[in-house]
């Protein structure tokens, strides 16, 4: 098995939005590609990426806003 076949066995075990076949391929319940396993991964970075944003402003005290105007 080669790196690269490897890498896109990684990247299709990501996928978070595999698709529910009523016909089995490869004795799967579901068909997960390389693009739903790259939005999935480009999803989770950029959630994790504005929680450490949000965070890293809290602690620096850079965003504070009063409710009272």
Do not use: C, H, W
Not at 5 to 33: A, C, G, H, N, W
Not at 54 to 62: E, F
């Amino acid at each position: 098995m080669s790196i690269k076949s490897k890498i896109e066995d990684f990247v299709k075990s990501m996928d978070l939005f595999p698709s529910s076949q009523f016909i089995r391929y490869k004795k799967d319940s579901e068909y997960k590609t390389t693009l739903g396993g790259v939005a999935s991964v480009l999803i989770i970075a950029v959630t994790i990426a504005l929680f450490i944003n949000m965070g890293l402003q809290t602690v620096n005290k850079t965003l504070i806003a009063s409710a009272i105007s």
